[in-house]
Nanobody, 125 residues
Framework: QVQLVESGGGSVQAGGSLRLSCVVS????????MAWHRQAAGKEREFVAA????????YYADAVKGRFTISRDNAENTLYVQMNSLKPEDTAVYYC??????????????????WGRGTQVTVSS
């Protein structure tokens, strides 16, 4: 069974930084497309960033472009997102997701196969 476990969330002031991690077990991480999504209180879940199986292609939501960087370490079965210049509107639960189709232009919009339970990020003004 594929399991995804996020970590690294917390509380930070506006302008600060956080790095989220997601460790994947029970599957073939190095073949998966991976993504981060987030859900703020009272809002629908939204796409944040995605990365192809080999790290060669990345996608970002306009709201985070230039501030967030997604990366992966296939040797460690771990996905990351470095979040800089955080804003109060970045406050949300952040979810890691994996998809068995490891590439493709649909990475920002597709339904992912596996999800983590999320980690809370709170940015205060």
């Amino acid at each position: 069974q594929v399991q995804l476990v996020e970590s690294g969330g917390g509380s930070v002031q506006a302008g600060g930084s956080l790095r989220l991690s997601c460790v994947v077990s029970g599957g073939t991480f190095d073949l998966y497309a991976m993504a981060w999504h987030r859900q703020a209180a009272g809002k629908e879940r939204e796409f944040v960033a995605a990365i192809s199986w080999n790290g060669g292609t990345t996608y970002y939501a306009d709201a985070v472009k230039g501030r967030f960087t997604i990366s992966r370490d296939n040797a460690e079965n771990t996905l990351y997102v470095q979040m800089n210049s955080l804003k109060p509107e970045d406050t949300a639960v952040y979810y890691c997701a994996a998809d068995r189709l490891g590439w493709g232009a649909s990475m920002p919009t597709r339904e992912y196969d596996y999800w983590g339970r999320g980690t809370q990020v709170t940015v205060s003004s």
